[in-house]
């Protein structure tokens, strides 16, 4: 196998690693901050849940994870599963994992908002949607970064998690190549490419936290 | 015409009795001015007239409409709709200003007049360009709140407040937060604001400036007024406890 087939194919996979890596943020990043309001909800039940499902998430395996959210449909319910749910069932088992881990980002960043900036909204008369999504949420993003970029340079590297299910992104494909050519080159290219792709996502997370430091 | 009254307010914070059946009339275009030892109550009490705490049993009105009814001891609010109305009424000038860090000068002002009041943006501007030309902020229109001194800070929250152009403000303690060169040039501001007969409820350890600007003091202690009067009054009075602590306030 010529270096230039190996590459195209490890590009291929890396297409399915960034695929992953977008949609998981998609979808967990907004269900994150849904999960942090049940988790800080005045519902004891909803809090309990949420509380439950956070500890879950962070307590075990997402290859663990993936596997139940692949697996499962068809050991628990006998549904057949077609060869298109793989995809589906990395991001839905991605999803609620990092779901978990941005919610509590999100409520200590909310919780440690001074009570006076919501006094403030009050009197100037903003109701609840537009305090928390005007005034609030936009403080908090600010305060948060640091700790969601670190989550975020974790799920780069996560995402090679879904060779579990043989889900074909770049690290299987490498894998596979490494096995049937004897080499560690596609291994080491990998590497490479993950590196590249951390480094990518860390200068544009600079950028918005730069974007961000217009106030203190 | 009595744009605010409050009569016989309780609060409790669980099992503490912090207001115990305080009694408060505001005329329009009087200046109140509160002051008493920490922990009196002071702040609980504008917090309740501001909606920000509820009483547990009293009333509230204002403009002679009811915020809050008493109904066999108990206290009921009016609908979220009214509040939302009367809450028009006034506005709050908190001691560590509680500006938004993330808005500009003029978006602190303008951003709930176009939002909230739904008011034309020129308008909102406007009316903000004119209220931080009165303050001497007109240069700090484009600033951020952590660019400015405390001093402007706090003007820019009364910019902020006034530009809802509110029938009453209070004022919790507006210059405690402040250096003593910065709360002179925010006790002029209220001072001007006296001139101009605005309506206020001021707390303030600031015993000379209370003397200067008030119609009337009240003296608050452990959760009751224990005496009030115009500032004469207050300040030749035989109470021998008021004496004692506007004595030691003023440096003798
Ligand atoms: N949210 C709260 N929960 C419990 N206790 C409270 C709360 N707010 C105030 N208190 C208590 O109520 C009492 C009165 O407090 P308040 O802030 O009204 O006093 P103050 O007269 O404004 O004092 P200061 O001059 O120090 O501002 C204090 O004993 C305080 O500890
Ligand atoms: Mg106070």
Request: hydrophobic letters at 45%.
């Given at each position: 196998?010529?270096?230039?087939?190996?590459?195209?194919?490890?590009?291929?996979?890396?297409?399915?690693?960034?695929?992953?890596?977008?949609?998981?943020?998609?979808?967990?990043?907004?269900?994150?901050?849904?999960?942090?309001?049940?988790?800080?909800?005045?519902?004891?039940?909803?809090?309990?849940?949420?509380?439950?499902?956070?500890?879950?998430?962070?307590?075990?395996?997402?290859?663990?994870?993936?596997?139940?959210?692949?697996?499962?449909?068809?050991?628990?319910?006998?549904?057949?599963?077609?060869?298109?749910?793989?995809?589906?069932?990395?991001?839905?088992?991605?999803?609620?994992?990092?779901?978990?881990?941005?919610?509590?980002?999100?409520?200590?960043?909310?919780?440690?908002?001074?009570?006076?900036?919501?006094?403030?909204?009050?009197?100037?008369?903003?109701?609840?949607?537009?305090?928390?999504?005007?005034?609030?949420?936009?403080?908090?993003?600010?305060?948060?970064?640091?700790?969601?970029?670190?989550?975020?340079?974790?799920?780069?590297?996560?995402?090679?998690?879904?060779?579990?299910?043989?889900?074909?992104?770049?690290?299987?494909?490498?894998?596979?190549?490494?096995?049937?050519?004897?080499?560690?080159?596609?291994?080491?290219?990998?590497?490479?490419?993950?590196?590249?792709?951390?480094?990518?996502?860390?200068?544009?997370?600079?950028?918005?936290?730069?974007?961000?430091?217009?106030?203190? | 015409?009595?744009?605010?009254?409050?009569?016989?307010?309780?609060?409790?914070?669980?099992?503490?009795?912090?207001?115990?059946?305080?009694?408060?009339?505001?005329?329009?275009?009087?200046?109140?001015?509160?002051?008493?030892?920490?922990?009196?109550?002071?702040?609980?009490?504008?917090?309740?007239?501001?909606?920000?705490?509820?009483?547990?049993?009293?009333?509230?009105?204002?403009?002679?409409?009811?915020?809050?009814?008493?109904?066999?001891?108990?206290?009921?609010?009016?609908?979220?709709?009214?509040?939302?109305?009367?809450?028009?009424?006034?506005?709050?000038?908190f001691q560590n200003f509680n500006l938004f860090p993330h808005y500009s000068v003029l978006k602190n002002i303008t951003d709930s007049l176009l939002c909230v009041d739904k008011l034309p943006r020129q308008e909102a501007v406007e009316r903000a360009e004119k209220l931080l030309a009165q303050l001497g902020l007109a240069d700090k229109r484009d600033a951020y709140p952590y660019?400015?001194?405390?001093?402007?800070?706090?003007?820019?929250?009364?910019?902020?407040?006034?530009?809802?152009?509110?029938?009453?403000?209070?004022?919790?303690?507006?210059?405690?937060?402040?250096?003593?060169?910065?709360?002179?040039?925010?006790?002029?501001?209220?001072?001007?604001?006296?001139?101009?007969?605005?309506?206020?409820?001021?707390?303030?350890?600031?015993?000379?400036?209370?003397?200067?600007?008030?119609?009337?003091?009240?003296?608050?202690?452990?959760?009751?007024?224990?005496?009030?009067?115009?500032?004469?009054?207050?300040?030749?009075?035989?109470?021998?406890?008021?004496?004692?602590?506007?004595?030691?306030?003023?440096?003798?």
């Amino acid at each position: 196998m010529s270096i230039q087939v190996m590459l195209l194919q490890l590009g291929k996979g890396m297409i399915v690693s960034v695929e992953i890596f977008m949609l998981t943020l998609l979808f967990s990043l907004p269900l994150g901050l849904i999960v942090a309001f049940g988790r800080m909800s005045k519902n004891a039940v909803l809090r309990w849940i949420t509380k439950v499902y956070i500890s879950v998430m962070r307590g075990t395996p997402l290859m663990l994870q993936l596997l139940v959210v692949y697996f499962g449909p068809y050991y628990v319910f006998k549904i057949r599963i077609g060869s298109g749910y793989r995809f589906v069932a990395v991001i839905i088992a991605f999803a609620i994992n990092y779901a978990a881990y941005f919610a509590e980002i999100y409520r200590s960043g909310i919780e440690s908002m001074p009570v006076g900036q919501y006094e403030a909204a009050k009197v100037l008369g903003y109701g609840r949607a537009q305090t928390f999504f005007k005034i609030i949420l936009p403080q908090v993003i600010k305060r948060i970064l640091p700790s969601v970029t670190n989550e975020i340079i974790t799920l780069v590297k996560d995402t090679s998690l879904a060779f579990a299910i043989a889900q074909a992104e770049m690290f299987t494909i490498a894998k596979q190549i490494a096995a049937a050519q004897t080499t560690i080159m596609p291994l080491m290219a990998a590497g490479v490419f993950y590196y590249i792709f951390n480094l990518i996502v860390a200068t544009v997370m600079e950028r918005v936290e730069k974007a961000c430091s217009y106030y203190r | 015409m009595k744009l605010l009254e409050m009569n016989h307010v309780k609060k409790n914070f669980d099992g503490l009795e912090v207001l115990k059946d305080i009694s408060l009339s505001v005329e329009e275009g009087e200046v109140v001015s509160i002051i008493g030892p920490s922990g009196s109550g002071k702040s609980t009490l504008l917090r309740c007239a501001t909606l920000l705490e509820q009483m547990d049993s009293g009333q509230l009105l204002y403009l002679g409409e009811y915020a809050a009814k008493d109904e066999g001891g108990r206290c009921v609010y009016a609908s979220k709709a009214d509040l939302k109305r009367l809450q028009h009424c006034f506005g709050l000038v908190f001691q560590n200003f509680n500006l938004f860090p993330h808005y500009s000068v003029l978006k602190n002002i303008t951003d709930s007049l176009l939002c909230v009041d739904k008011l034309p943006r020129q308008e909102a501007v406007e009316r903000a360009e004119k209220l931080l030309a009165q303050l001497g902020l007109a240069d700090k229109r484009d600033a951020y709140p952590y660019q400015l001194s405390g001093g402007q800070q706090q003007r820019v929250s009364i910019a902020r407040a006034l530009a809802k152009q509110p029938k009453l403000l209070f004022f919790d303690e507006p210059t405690s937060a402040l250096d003593p060169e910065l709360t002179v040039e925010v006790l002029k501001v209220i001072k001007q604001l006296a001139k101009e007969h605005m309506t206020m409820v001021i707390v303030t350890h600031e015993m000379q400036f209370a003397r200067e600007v008030s119609d009337r003091i009240i003296f608050m202690e452990e959760g009751v007024i224990k005496e009030q009067g115009t500032p004469d009054e207050l300040f030749g009075t035989d109470n021998e406890r008021v004496r004692e602590f506007i004595g030691h306030l003023s440096g003798k």
